[in-house]
Nanobody, 126 residues
Framework: VQLQASGGGLVQAGGSLRLSCAAS????????MGWFRQTPGKEREFVAT????????DYADSVKGRFTISRDNAKNTVYLQMNSLKPEDTAVYYC????????????????????WGQGTLVTVSS
């Protein structure tokens, strides 16, 4: 399995961006997927996760109501729609796959994830 994240960039506070993460492999629909972010000197932190079929989702408190995670299993892609962006959202965003999650489960901890994308930089200016 390989993951390729894209969609990062520079945006003003209050703006929006949509990140995409394309996955290789024929069993994408059985991966729990997640997004994390990291700033220099800090640990990688959980942002959002979505279950196999996309019926369950969970978010970090800091992004609830502003970010939406979704997936298109026919396209082997997971998305992160980010609205009302704040300067504190500035980070490198990583998508990740939990290859061992079961149907309906979510993964909110970094150690649950087996495969990571390369990261895409989001910069929010004030």
């Amino acid at each position: 399995v390989q993951l390729q994240a894209s969609g990062g960039g520079l945006v003003q506070a209050g703006g929006s961006l949509r990140l995409s993460c394309a996955a290789s492999g024929r069993t994408f629909s059985s991966y729990v997927m997640g997004w994390f972010r990291q700033t220099p000197g800090k640990e990688r932190e959980f942002v959002a996760t979505i279950s196999w079929a996309g019926t369950r989702r969970d978010y970090a408190d800091s992004v609830k109501g502003r970010f939406t995670i979704s997936r298109d299993n026919a396209k082997n892609t997971v998305y992160l729609q980010m609205n009302s962006l704040k300067p504190e959202d500035t980070a490198v965003y990583y998508c990740a796959a939990d290859l061992n999650g079961v149907s309906g489960s979510l993964s909110t901890t970094r150690l649950r994830y087996d495969v990571w994308g390369q990261g895409t930089l989001v910069t929010v200016s004030s």
